[in-house]
Nanobody, 126 residues
Framework: QVQLVESGGELVQAGGSLRLSCAAS????????MGWFRQAPGKEREFVAA????????YYEDSVKGRFTISRDNAKNTVYLQMNSLKPEDTAVYYC???????????????????WGQGTQVTVSS
């Protein structure tokens, strides 16, 4: 069993930056691919970014490419999402997810992931 706890969400002005963290316990993350998803009010959950177990492969949703960066520190059992040039449309609850497996392929669909955190709120004001 893996427990995931997100942190770092807050209110920020458009154009600003935030770094979200996802700390894991219960298992070491070096056998898990990790992903970030988000859900805005009244909308379905959507994929944001993911990284494979080693950090060698990443994938981003088109609207965040060039602005967001996913990274991981397996020694700290933590995954990060650096978000720059934030826009009001980035406002959402951001969720961290884990998928067991050492594959070079980066998962992108929510139902591929095995464990989820409780989420952290990101609000971007215009």
């Amino acid at each position: 069993q893996v427990q995931l706890v997100e942190s770092g969400g807050e209110l920020v002005q458009a154009g600003g930056s935030l770094r979200l963290s996802c700390a894991a316990s219960g298992r070491t993350l070096n056998t898990y691919a990790m992903g970030w998803f988000r859900q805005a009010p009244g909308k379905e959950r959507e994929f944001v970014a993911a990284i494979n177990w080693s950090g060698g492969s990443t994938y981003y949703e088109d609207s965040v490419k060039g602005r967001f960066t996913i990274s991981r520190d397996n020694a700290k059992n933590t995954v990060y999402l650096q978000m720059n040039s934030l826009k009001p449309e980035d406002t959402a609850v951001y969720y961290c997810a884990a998928k067991k497996g050492r594959s070079a392929v980066v998962p992108r669909m929510g139902d591929e992931f095995d464990y989820w955190g409780q989420g952290t709120q990101v609000t971007v004001s215009s």
